[in-house]
């Protein structure tokens, strides 16, 4: 992002340095590291930090919501304390037409996938992302203890287990997971290839991994075991605990289609959008910068 946004090639950015640029204010693009959050503190100075905490009371985060052109700005970059987790979500406000539109659209676009043509071929997808030995405080429990909590559900099903491909996994997180496929024969542990478990699946089961929010576009509902700003749509064992969330899974069907376009489109910044500049502007005055 760095490069792009310094040649002037970053959509979002571009569309930042306009909204600023209508009251006077500048944009100084610094490269992401603690001397630079350091600096922004010391200088306490408006700023933006792409998925670090503000640095100061004058720092907001930013963040893509998932999937591009989408954007949040926030005063956090806990996303479980982002504001469209604390909103309401009320599919009665949602065009049904708008929203099969938008569904369709980004499914194909993203995953070239239309999301009336999947299939449930009786597997249960375990989205992993990182410290998988290591309960963090958003969580429930660790990755390995909801891979054992799925395992023993699992009735009979076969449970994929999929390591991120970008994470660097401890030998002695590999060694437990190892000794988890060895006690379990129905568990195949396997690096990326999100799609085409998403199209077969019954069902995901993550900590808070975008994965269950992907999943939407194939409408395969989701199990999530940690706090999440998309957690609306999903079956979240914090609230309703393990042996509920595996009991109604199956037969979870919220309205997909409506929330991916209240979640992605309504609650978020859209670049690519005519009227991006002014979200940006209005964003940021609402979240107390003094723009003109």
Not at 27 to 49: H, K, Q, R, S
Not at 136 to 162: C, K, W, Y
Request: aromatic share 10%.
């Amino acid at each position: 992002m760095d490069k792009r946004a310094r040649a002037g090639d970053h959509n979002f950015v571009s569309k930042l340095q306009q909204a600023l640029a209508l009251s006077g204010w500048t944009l100084d693009i610094c490269t992401a590291g603690p001397v630079d959050t350091w600096t922004a503190a010391d200088a306490d100075e408006y700023a933006l930090f792409l998925m670090q905490e503000p640095a100061h009371a004058k720092g907001l985060s930013l963040r893509v919501a998932y999937l591009m052109p989408f954007w949040r700005i926030e005063r956090t970059a806990e996303r479980w304390n982002f504001d469209v987790a604390r909103a309401d979500f009320d599919p009665s406000q949602i065009d049904p037409a708008e929203a099969t539109r938008f569904a369709k659209y980004w499914a194909k676009r993203k995953f070239n996938a239309d999301p009336d043509d999947t299939r449930r071929d009786g597997t249960i997808y375990v989205a992993l992302q990182g410290h998988i030995g290591e309960r963090r405080s958003f969580q429930v429990v660790s990755p390995l203890e909801m891979l054992r909590d799925t395992l023993h559900r699992a009735d009979g099903r076969r449970v994929i287990a999929g390591l991120h491909p970008k994470e660097q996994y401890s030998g002695s997180d590999m060694r437990k997971l190892e000794e988890l496929r060895r006690a379990h024969p129905l568990l195949d542990v396997t690096t990326g290839g999100m799609e085409t478990h998403l199209r077969g699946c019954d069902f995901v089961v993550t900590e808070n991994s975008s994965v269950a929010l992907m999943a939407m576009f194939f409408r395969k509902p989701a199990i999530v075991f940690a706090k999440i700003d998309f957690h609306h749509a999903m079956l979240n064992v914090a609230d309703i605990g393990v042996d509920k969330a595996f009991d109604l899974v199956e037969r979870h069907a919220p309205e997909w289609d409506k929330y991916l376009l209240w979640f992605l489109k309504l609650t978020s910044i859209n670049a690519g959008a005519p009227e991006a500049s002014d979200q940006i502007a209005a964003r940021l005055r609402v979240l107390g910068w003094p723009l003109e």
